[in-house]
T-cell receptor
């Protein structure tokens, strides 16, 4: 069965530090890949997506993600985290239906 | 602006009561979805609909019901058979086929609490 794994439940980084959130998936073929962000009590907002082509994709708010087929991974990165990036982040994979990871909660220290 | 609207934002249910959560979109999307979100469990699919007058059960449909009489609307009823309904409910929509390329658009959610 298809699945999406976000190994880190909670990550804390200092403001200005770099960030990498991990996402692994299990599918037979390359699915559509997404990262969403959720602020408390709100819906999910699309950060970026990958379907094909260049394996490094740019998104909103300075985020990027790299698709690595050999590792079945789609990790989210940001070079310098801002306090406003504190939120929950969800990786999602679409292959006939959308499956979400359990989420990674990001805390930003001043 | 096009978007997806969920109402109410907060909802309180008494034991044994049915309640209905509203979801309306003006994005001309064919497909609509209901998810339940509990802390540490991500999003779990309750029901989805890809066309008017048709819908399918998701992973946790027991105790819930839906209808899709109009393309714009996909209300979710939480019935008294749902024994643990306290959760955050999210509605989403998307185009089908190539429309899927934009991913899902989410509403801002309804927090349901049993009192």
């Amino acid at each position: 069965a298809q699945s999406v794994t976000q190994p880190d439940i909670h990550i804390t980084v200092s403001e200005g530090a770099s960030l990498e959130l991990r996402c692994n998936y299990s599918y037979g073929a390359t699915p559509y890949l997404f990262w969403y962000v959720q602020s408390p009590g709100q819906g999910l907002q699309l950060l970026l997506k990958y379907f094909s082509g260049d394996t490094l994709v740019q998104g909103i708010k300075g985020f990027e993600a790299e698709f690595k087929r050999s590792q079945s991974s789609f990790n989210l990165r940001k070079p310098s985290v801002h306090w406003s990036d504190a939120a929950e982040y969800f990786c999602a994979v679409y292959n006939n239906d959308m499956r979400f990871g359990a989420g990674t909660r990001l805390t930003v220290k001043p | 602006d096009g978007g997806i609207t969920q109402s109410p934002k907060y909802l309180f249910r008494k034991e044994g009561q049915n309640v209905t959560l509203s979801c309306e979109q003006n994005l001309n999307h064919d497909a609509m979805y209901w998810y339940r979100q509990d802390p540490g469990q991500g999003l779990r699919l309750i029901y989805y609909s890809q066309i008017v007058n048709d819908f399918q059960k998701g992973d946790i449909a027991e105790g819930y019901s839906v209808s899709r009489e109009k393309k714009e609307s996909f209300p979710l009823t939480v019935t008294s058979a749902q024994k643990n309904p306290t959760a955050f409910y999210l509605c989403a929509s998307t185009g089908t086929g190539k429309g899927m390329a934009n991913g899902y658009t989410f509403g801002s959610g309804t927090r349901l609490t049993v009192v």
